[in-house]
């Protein structure tokens, strides 16, 4: 589903040259769950960006569904984000005068749904996030764990085949915290590719895979064990 090679971003800025991400090979299968983790600084959510499309590289390979990304115009890639990946993000990033219904609604919106297929999604995607019985409450109504239920509801009410998660635990105590990454591996049993930047080793562990990045470069990569019941 993803394939970078030699990937490279450098900002500029006052005749300053730096490397955020230096000649980064990656690849992420369809249906798989990626944990990526460094320290603070390191590239991780440079590398996220980009790979939502939301940030441009300098050099290299990014090849997205068998597309090369590089070949796409600005319309094309805001049609791919829009129609293929969800954002999962630490600070929820909700808007304040919509409700949870109106902000799990939204990208729909910008997808050009009817009205009655973007009610009646909503009301499933309600219930598989729990968030039903507040789906009139605005965002400063709820904690931080029901915010970043709001917030998976929003990216996978249009059904991406890619959610890419930024700390999605960050702002959370343990036991909110549990309960997004449990649904978020949820999500990948249904067949949701995940890309996750986390500090978290607990976190990682839901993983399948984990990358670690150090000074923009992959250091290591390896697969995650799972006890088996």
Do not use: W
């Not at 600084?41 to 569904?65: A, H, R």
């Not at 949870?100 to 219930?127: C, F, K, T």
């Not at 343990?174 to 049993?189: A, V």
């Amino acid at each position: 589903m993803i394939k970078l090679h030699n990937l490279t971003k450098i900002y500029q800025a006052q005749g300053v040259e730096t490397r955020a991400l230096s000649e980064v090979d990656l690849t992420v299968k369809k249906g798989e769950f990626v944990s990526i983790m460094g320290p603070s600084g390191c590239g991780k959510t440079t590398l996220l960006n980009i790979i939502g499309l939301l940030d441009s590289y300098n050099e290299g390979l990014f090849v997205f569904n068998d597309t090369n990304v590089s070949d796409l115009s600005e319309r094309q890639k805001l049609k791919l984000r829009k129609e293929k990946i969800g954002f999962v993000f630490q600070n929820f990033n909700l808007i304040d005068d919509l409700t949870v219904s109106e902000n799990i609604e939204l990208p729909l919106h910008y997808l050009g749904y009817a009205a009655q297929d973007r009610r009646q999604r909503v009301l499933e995607v309600l219930e598989m996030v729990g968030m039903g019985h507040r789906r009139d409450f605005f965002p400063y109504q709820l904690s931080g764990g029901q915010q970043q239920k709001v917030a998976v509801g929003r990216a996978i009410i249009a059904k991406p085949s890619l959610i890419l998660a930024d700390e999605p635990t960050g702002n959370l105590d343990s036991t909110q915290g549990n309960e997004i990454m449990e649904m978020l591996s949820r999500l990948n049993d249904q067949g949701t590719t995940l890309i996750m930047v986390t500090h978290s080793s607990h976190d990682a562990s839901y993983s399948q895979r984990i990358v670690r990045i150090m000074d923009g470069q992959v250091v290591s990569e390896k697969k995650v064990l799972h006890a088996q019941f």
